[in-house]
């Protein structure tokens, strides 16, 4: 039996099992202080009888390289309490287990790479679109890493000013996709939760076209054989059409793949684990380190 961590802003999801059919899923633990939440993950594994390994996938920025001193900690993050500290390294030293570490949306990617909307691809990208922006690639069948590690939701994108006034939100460069796209950006520009707006609503309109914007910049950056979208934004289904044919539009026929053309519904997709696509991931994480 393994154990997983999926690690949010606002609250963490434990599970111990091998896969979707036995998972045990926790109730969700509120993230609090790095302390108290800590001591109740904990609790949760205890409880559970022996693990061979546990898997995490954070929030971040996050130190995945394991030559680092700081391996296993949660970074430059500004999320009041949590710089700094050494998570994985506090579960694997609580536990004495091996403890494998990487990005909440790497750890989705790998989840639905194992078992859901990308099992038979091994050359994707799972994106979440909620309250932040990201995105976990997958080249090979492997997770990239590279310098740190991917921060999709932070690609900087172009903005019209006459047809959107609204600048921006995220705190390093505004008008990145995460400062306009985000759950936030789209209350701040219309007054309202995007769950509120109705389906023909605008919003939604110019939501489409900066993910379109973002979706064909990584097709021409890593050529995916999908782009699976997932989190609260995405929700609204009502979207996907909209993406998919933004995406057709602004790449004009210049990638020359059926993919691209009638087999679009196939290429843009939902992701297949819904809510549980983090937490399964980094079940998967634990497995398939403890093979590795
Ligand atoms: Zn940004």
Known sequence: MFGAIEAGGTEFVCAVGTGPTDALVSEPIPTTTPAETLQRVLAFFRAQGPLQAVGIGTFGPVDLNPASPTWGYITTTPKPGWANIPFAPTIRDALGLPVHFDTDVNVAALGEHRWGAAQEVQNFIYLTIGTGIGGGVMVGGRLLHGLIHPEIGHMLLPRDPAWDPYEGGCPYHRSCLEG???GPALQARWGVPGKDLPPDHEAWTLEAHYLGLALANL???FSPERLVLGGGVMRQTQLFPLVRKKVQYLLNGYVQHALLQEGITQ???????????GVLGALALAQQGHVA
């Open 219 to 221: 097709t021409v950056c």
């Open 267 to 277: 290429f843009v997709v939902p992701p297949a684990l819904g809510d549980h696509a």
């Open 180 to 182: 306009l796209a985000n």
